[in-house]
């Protein structure tokens, strides 16, 4: 085991910390409600040499993300984080970044969606952009924001992927949630890491003037024909990613001593008859409720998705083949499907799985609502139901 | 920023699925959407410049007595005989040769 030291903090924090151990060159913030002491922990560690790195302070975070396009290019390491209606104001540039196969890393602290007005947690915002070719993972608990970010980048750069990569933490729950952390040492995260390499398939250079993104040929020209060839160049970086986020994670596992389910976690599955299924902070809560609904004998695990971009096809087929009812509890809406997205995607890896089983969708915790033990309890009650044939109808709203 | 040595960048390393940049693509040849084209009157042009300050694909070009479009990237918009002072430019139809 290496030399570390133990840190109090916040995940707002504790990302800020990632980011410093992973000596970016340049980043760029544009504060907003709940990622703005994300933001003042950046400058401050800017200022007080602790990352040692140009801070662009620019007019919003349009600008922001377009500032990082041109620093990745030139071969930086960089950073950004946002959330809500910046990460919104952010959307053109941010769905220009994959296929310009960036890898920059931004983390999201997830807010719920405008309107009706609300600057508190859910996860609306990084569930509404997941369709945008970056990277998803989410966070449990502090510790994994600050391992996760670091790991983001040995991801984003790996040569098989080239893809940007968002590091989502709750807001409310991990951005202002204290714990005790490790903070790894430094040498150690700098072998890790190895040489930097964002720019290795463009290298701006002065002397070699290049066209950056420059139009594809309208359909008499070819163009479709390229622009389908990229399309797949940037599907085939997605599902090389399900194989690199896990050995990122097993690596990181060996040398500092934490180990994460890096795509999806199976937790009291082994003999369960039916599972709840989570992301992000809200697991916690899931796994103490499943914990005490098996002191009474209740045959239920949890199934948590870290990766929910790319999908963890395989991963979660293996887990959802385990058991025979299902209850997924998403902290966002699908607005189009009247369920929550991890339900309806996860429907998607039940056919695939060729099992016709009872799933029932649950969406709480939005607007920054607490998903408590009880309301878990009331989720695996209901499943259990589910799973003798009871099925509710969903979406079952659990802060009403 | 920390300087990083510039080494000569070879382009075979790169995969072709990759990304538009640095590869097989080049700037689009706009002019291939022409419908119409600006014709000038050489006679009527006083090269004042203003077809070239408007020209949103920056294609005018100066000759001798006049300026014309670069009809490789010129994309018929018609903006400069919109704007000419003097009505030297008449947009006239592309026909089949």
């Keep these: 085991m290496t030399m570390s030291k133990t840190l109090v903090c916040d995940g707002n924090e504790a990302a800020a910390w990632g980011v410093a151990l992973a000596r970016p060159d340049m980043v760029a913030v544009y504060p907003i409600t709940p990622q703005s002491s994300l933001a003042e922990y950046i400058s401050q560690f800017v200022a007080d040499g602790i990352i040692k790195a140009d801070l662009m302070d620019v007019e919003g975070e349009h600008s922001v993300l377009s500032v990082l396009q041109g620093a990745c290019l030139a071969g930086a390491r960089t950073f950004t984080a946002s959330c809500g209606q910046g990460l919104a104001f952010m959307f053109e540039p941010y769905y220009r970044t994959p296929p310009l196969r960036l890898p ?15 600057v508190w947690g859910g996860q609306q915002d990084a569930m509404t952009v997941r369709e945008a070719g970056w990277i998803h993972m989410y966070c449990e608990n502090v510790q994994e924001v600050l391992d996760t970010v670091v790991m983001a980048y040995k991801i984003a750069e790996h040569h098989d992927v080239m893809l940007p990569v968002n590091v989502n933490h709750d807001g409310n729950y991990l951005s202002y949630g204290v714990e005790k952390v490790e903070l790894p040492d430094q040498a150690e995260v700098d072998a890790f890491l190895g040489r930097k390499d964002t720019n290795w398939h463009a290298a701006l250079d002065p002397e070699r003037p290049m066209a950056v993104d420059p139009l594809t040929g309208g359909a008499g020209g070819g163009g479709p024909a390229l622009f389908v060839r990229y399309r797949k160049g940037l599907c085939k970086g997605m599902q090389n990613a399900l194989k690199v986020v896990p050995q990122v994670h097993e690596e990181w596992a060996k040398r500092f001593g934490r180990s994460y389910a890096p795509l999806v976690e199976e937790y009291c599955l082994e003999d369960a008859r039916y599972a709840v ?24 695990g949890l199934i948590k998705i870290k990766t929910f971009r790319p999908f963890p096809l395989e991963a979660l087929r293996r887990a959802l083949s385990k058991v025979k009812a299902v209850g997924v509890v998403d902290r966002s809406v699908s607005f189009g499907w009247n369920s929550g997205p991890v339900y309806q995607e996860l429907l998607s890896a039940l056919y695939g799985l060729n099992q016709r089983i009872p799933a029932v969708s649950f969406i709480g915790g939005l607007a920054g609502a607490d998903i408590t033990i009880e309301h878990f309890t009331r989720v695996i009650e209901t499943t259990a139901k589910a799973l003798k044939g009871e099925v509710a109808e969903g979406p079952i709203w659990l802060n009403e | 920023m920390r300087r990083q040595a510039r080494k000569a960048f070879d382009q075979s390393r790169i995969p072709d699925d990759l990304c538009p940049i640095a590869t097989e693509l080049t700037v689009l040849r706009t002019g291939d959407w022409r419908a119409e084209r600006p014709v000038v009157d050489r006679d009527k042009c006083v090269k004042c410049a203003t077809c070239w300050t408007y020209c949103p694909t920056q294609c005018i070009v100066e000759k001798e007595t006049w300026f014309e479009a670069g009809l490789e990237i010129c994309k018929g918009c018609g903006i400069c005989a919109q704007e000419c002072p003097h009505h030297a430019i008449t947009m006239m139809e592309e026909v089949e040769e």
């Design chain 1, 104 to 118: 920059i890393v931004m983390s999201i602290v997830t807010r719920d969606g405008i309107t009706p007005q609300s």
């Design chain 1, 277 to 300: 299924v989570t992301i992000g902070s809200m697991t916690g809560a899931g796994k103490d409720a499943v914990d005490l609904a098996r002191e009474v004998g209740e045959k239920v």
